[in-house]
């Protein structure tokens, strides 16, 4: 019986079916010793396009929502601001694992596909919104039709051989980052061009009646050339003939060594994987703070120095986003990894999560400096922020992926989607309301002002590393040097 098994497994690995799109990227995997450069682009591609939009808004949301008339105070106008900054994230919630199951039924690239379509189209309207309700309801859609994110990292994982399947996650992570920070540099820039570059964009114009419609229609159109190149050579991973699922089994099993107790094991509720749940449950949390940090960053930026803020441009926003999502990039192609291996992802995120606390309790402070000093501390600051939130969520990432089998990685990404989804819908509209409360509280003796909102975010950061220590985590097969 083993002499049979050991005669018949290399003939099912090398079974290739000649219409099969994935049978194609296996054959090209055992024929390369080295990860493809346009496999990087492609995936660079599809995550900025999912996640450019996702924080464009915020250097601008402040004065859409005032443009809109709803707010009926000055203080209101982050509360609001708090809820279109959500909705993208609520919609996303409510779909995440239904388009991880449609990938996984009928293929990574048309949910891939739909996911970049769905931003030219929606990111497009959003920046046409002539009222709340209207920007609320394509931000929704927005990410209610757009689920390429949690496909994406299954997709990853898929198109490189196993030992360049790091680097593919790695790739998804670093995109996801530059585009959070990327993304709010543009809308800092491109808002409002009447007022920032009267010479291009005249005044009573389509650029004036519409003042947040360019920076949301640079990104749609990146998206729609990113569309574009994925429909004609992305390719796909998922096998679409019928023997595909017995011999992927079969293959699975033989390739492990496994017997009947260890595919009983496999196919035990994904659910039950505490090392996974507890990562995601971690993952979530920090998700939270994210955000919040992310709206909060911005409104608080731009407010008056009456209302404890910076009274920055969304020019000077864009500036500060921008060096960090330069830094960012430089930390994560170069760094990340060298920090990573030397401490390990559970030691790392500890490490990095408590020396944030400090660094956040000072920003209130921020508002007694000027001038070249202001710059200077708010760029350090932000740069720093930032690559500590990159290197958690990376870490955490590594941690989810190491707890689940290869098989069920479409699902497990789908499933922390979800939840990262529905905490950062909670992140913008508190972080907005809260914003608001501390602004009409500025002069109190306590906490005034801002201080209550950084040490909100302090809290919920805190909560995160306390997570990070057993029993609550549970790491499977850890090791120091991974």
Known sequence: ????KLETSPLLKKKYHENCPACKVDQAKENKKEASFINLSFIWLAVLSGTLPVASLFPFVYFMVKDFNIAETEEDISTYAGYVGSSMMFGRALTSILWGMISDRYGRKPVIIIGIITVVIFNTLFGLSTSFWMAVSMRFLLGSLNGLLGPIKAYATEIFREEDQALGLSTVVAAWGVGLVIGPA???YLAQPVLKYPNVFPADSFWDRFP???PCFIISAFAFASAIACIIWLPETLHNHNESSNTARVMEIESCGTDKDKMMQKNKSIFQNWPLMSSIIIYCVFSLHDVAYQEVFSL?????TRLGGLNFTSDDVGIVLAISGVAITIYQLSLYRLV???CGPVTLVQITGVLSIPLLQCYPLMTMLSGFTLQLVIN???ILKNVMIETIATSLFLLQ??????HQRGTA?????TGMSAFKTIGPASAGALLSWSQKHVNDSFLPGTHVVFLALNVVEGLGILLMFKPFLSVKNETPSE
């Open 413 to 417: 990404n789908s499933i922390a989607m």
């Open 401 to 406: 992926n190491k707890a689940v089998e290869q």
């Open 380 to 382: 350090v600051a932000s």
């Open 300 to 304: 608080w930026a731009l407010s008056p």
């Open 186 to 188: 543009l809308g800092g």
């Open 212 to 214: 947040y419609f360019l």
């Open 340 to 342: 990573q291996k030397a």
């Open 1 to 4: 019986m083993e002499e049979e």
